[in-house]
């Protein structure tokens, strides 16, 4: 059975740092997609970033691209989402994703995506 497990959220202050992690279970993910999504109050959940490490691509939104690193640790079978220069608006519920395969192109829908966490609260205050 696969398991998605993040942790790190938490409340910060705007223009700090926080790193979430995605603990995978079940199944390894090197050659296949992994992301982060995000979910505010009132608002449909949204990509966020995702890495593919078997072919070295990565992939941001436009509103968290320079501030947000996505790593992957393939001993660990984790994926990582650092996040800097934090805004209020990045308050949310963060979710970890993975695909069953890769099909080529790195999806920005959650339709795509096969497996998810449970989430992970980030809030960010002015």
């Known amino acids: 059975q696969v398991q998605l497990v993040e942790s790190g959220g938490g409340l910060v202050q705007a223009g700090g740092s926080l790193k979430l992690s995605c603990a995978a279970s079940?199944?390894?993910?090197?050659?296949?997609?992994m992301a982060w999504f995000r979910q505010a109050p009132g608002k449909e959940r949204e990509f966020v970033a995702a890495?593919?490490?078997?072919?070295?691509?990565?992939a941001y939104a436009a509103s968290v691209k320079g501030r947000f690193t996505i790593s992957r640790d393939n001993a660990k079978n984790t994926v990582s989402l650092q996040m800097n220069s934090l805004k209020p608006e990045d308050t949310a519920v963060y979710y970890c994703a993975a695909q069953n395969y890769y099909k080529g192109y790195v999806s920005h829908s959650s339709d795509d995506y096969n497996y998810w966490g449970q989430g992970a609260q980030v809030t960010v205050s002015s």
């Open positions: 079940g199944r390894t993910f090197n050659t296949n997609p």
């Open positions: 890495v593919v490490w078997s072919v070295s691509t990565t």
